[in-house]
C-alpha cells in the first residue's frame, strides 16, 4: 500500500498523538484536528485519502461533521472510532456517511487493515465507477474523454486532461504542486519546476477565458484548487 495522507479528528490528545505516530511508522502522512469544526475545515481544504474520525467530538460531533462534508459533495472515505458499539450505534455511523466504523478499544493492526481497504476501494471507484465528473457546469466525460462547460465542448490536450481529472477528482480541497507531480505527471522531480505553471495557465484559458465565474484558482503558497465560483 503506498502512503496516504490520513486526517485523524480526535479529541484525546493522547489517543491522537499514539495513532498519529503509529500511522507515520507504518509510512503515512498524518494530520490532527482536537475538534469537529476544525476537522471539517481541513477535510474541505486537504485533500486526503481517508479520514478516521471519532464519534464523539467538541464543537462539532462527528456524525454532524461527516454528514455536513458529504453535504458539500465529499466523498473521501471515513473510519469512525467510538467506544458506543451498539447495532444501533454502528447503524446511525454507517448512515450518518461513514464508510466503516470501529469500536473503541481497538488494536491498531486491525484500524490499519480496515484503512487500507477503504484506500484500495475508494481507488477503485474512480479508477471505474465514477465515469462523468461535475463540478458547477463543468462536466467531464471518463469515457469518452470530452469537457464541457455549460454543455460547450472544450478541447483538452491529454496532460491537460489528466490535469483537469485531477483537479476535478479533488474539488474543493487544495492540491498541492507534489501531489501533481506525483499523481499527473506520474514521477518525481524539482517541484519548483514551471511544468505545472504552463499547464495550469492553458487549462485556465480553456475553462475561464470566456466566463464571468472563475473556477480553476491558485492558492497562493499552497497550490491549486477547481472548485463551482457560484459558491
Known amino acids: 500500500m503506498s502512503s496516504m495522507r490520513i486526517l ?11 495513532l498519529a505516530k503509529a500511522l507515520r511508522e507504518a509510512g503515512h502522512v498524518a494530520d490532527r484536528a482536537p475538534d469537529g469544526l476544525e476537522g471539517y475545515a481541513l ?7 481517508i479520514l478516521i474520525v471519532d464519534r464523539m467530538l467538541p464543537k462539532m460531533d462527528g456524525l454532524t461533521m461527516i454528514g455536513a462534508l458529504r453535504e458539500q ?15 444501533d450505534d454502528r447503524v446511525k455511523g454507517l448512515r450518518a456517511g461513514g464508510d466503516d466504523y470501529l469500536t473503541k478499544p ?24 465514477s465515469t462523468v465528473l461535475h463540478v458547477g457546469s463543468l462536466e467531464l466525460d471518463r469515457l469518452g474523454h470530452k469537457l464541457t462547460r455549460d454543455g460547450k465542448e472544450i478541447l483538452l490536450q491529454p496532460r491537460e486532461y489528466r490535469l483537469l481529472e485531477y483537479l476535478m477528482q479533488h474539488a474543493g480541497q487544495v492540491v498541492t504542486r507534489t501531489m501533481l507531480l506525483e499523481n499527473v505527471w506520474d514521477y518525481h522531480f524539482d517541484p519548483q519546476t514551471n511544468v505545472i505553471d504552463v499547464h495550469i495557465s492553458r487549462l485556465r484559458s480553456k475553462i475561464d477565458k470566456d466566463y464571468d465565474v472563475q473556477m480553476l484558482h491558485t492558492v497562493r503558497g499552497a497550490g491549486y484548487m477547481i472548485r463551482d465560483g457560484a459558491r
Open 43 to 49: 477535510a474541505r481544504d486537504v485533500a486526503y485519502d
Open 8 to 18: 485523524i479528528v480526535e479529541d484525546d490528545t493522547e489517543a491522537a498523538g499514539f
Open 73 to 87: 459533495g465529499l466523498q473521501t472515505p471515513v473510519l469512525i472510532l467510538s467506544a458506543l458499539g451498539q447495532v
Open 106 to 129: 481497538y488494536a491498531f493492526s486491525e484500524l490499519l487493515a480496515r484503512v487500507e481497504v477503504l484506500a484500495r476501494r475508494n481507488k477503485g471507484a474512480a479508477n471505474g465507477e
